[in-house]
Nanobody, 123 residues
Framework: QVQVAESGGGLVQAGESLRLSCAVS????????MSWFRQAPGKDREFVAC????????VYADSVKGRFTISRDNAKNTLYLQMNSLKPEDTAVYYC????????????????WGSGTQVTVSS
């Protein structure tokens, strides 16, 4: 059974940092492309960042480039998102997703999803 579980969300003030984690089990984690998406109330789910199976290639949405860092530990089957200089517009539920293909920024192409973790940034 595949399990994808995000953690690390919370309430912070603008300018502060958070680190999200995503623990994955039930798949050969090291062969999956992993991504973070987010969804704010009333908005569509949007791409945040993705990382190749080896960790050698990363892609970011323009809105988070230079502030967020995606990384993975294949020995621990865990994905991370370091979020610095947080802004109120980063407030959303953050989701971890896994894909056997190079699915990039397309949510519908991902195979497995977590249930999300809430990030709230106050001004």
């Amino acid at each position: 059974q595949v399990q994808v579980a995000e953690s690390g969300g919370g309430l912070v003030q603008a300018g502060e940092s958070l680190r999200l984690s995503c623990a994955v089990s039930g798949i050969t984690y090291r062969t999956f492309v992993m991504s973070w998406f987010r969804q704010a109330p009333g908005k569509d789910r949007e791409f945040v960042a993705c990382i190749s199976w080896s960790g050698g290639v990363t892609v970011y949405a323009d809105s988070v480039k230079g502030r967020f860092t995606i990384s993975r530990d294949n020995a621990k089957n865990t994905l991370y998102l370091q979020m610095n200089s947080l802004k109120p517009e980063d407030t959303a539920v953050y989701y971890c997703a896994a894909s056997v293909r190079n699915s990039g920024s397309y949510p519908s192409a991902y195979d497995y999803w977590g249930s999300g973790t809430q990030v709230t940034v106050s001004s």
